[in-house]
């Protein structure tokens, strides 16, 4: 299974910014699709972005103009910029791999990287 190793969290202001960024053990170029999620204290995970192994991205309208998805397959890396930030941003980020081979899909999550956005 592909490994996912998430970073760049931490503490920001509201209307400020940060870049995740999501390390994956393996070629993402064989991954159909790269996602961040992310789930907030008591709620549900919920989609924040996803990119395509044709760079096709898609975002939930919550983040739409704020947050940048985008990936790197010479680094096997993929980046969430997240700008704007509003204290409802506050999660737990993760990040995921979504692939389809044989018949078979295969999904695999990170560990997940704290984002809090507070004054």
């Known amino acids: 299974q592909v490994q996912l190793v998430e970073s760049g969290g931490g503490l920001v202001q509201p209307g400020g910014s940060l870049r995740l960024s999501c390390a994956a053990s393996?070629?993402?170029?064989?991954?159909?699709?790269m996602g961040w999620y992310r789930q907030a204290p008591g709620k549900q995970r919920e989609l924040v972005a996803t990119?395509?192994?044709?760079?096709?991205?898609n975002y939930a309208d919550s983040v739409k103009g704020r947050f940048t998805i985008s990936r790197d397959n010479a680094k096997n890396t993929v980046d969430l910029e997240m700008s704007s930030l509003k204290p409802e941003d506050t999660a737990v980020y993760y990040c995921?791999?979504?692939?389809?081979?044989?018949?078979?899909?295969?999904?695999?999550w990170g560990q997940g990287t704290q984002v809090t956005v507070s004054s």
């Open positions: 393996e070629d993402i170029f064989t991954i159909n699709t």
């Open positions: 990119i395509t192994s044709g760079y096709s991205t």
């Open positions: 995921n791999a979504d692939r389809q081979r044989g018949g078979v899909r295969y999904i695999n």
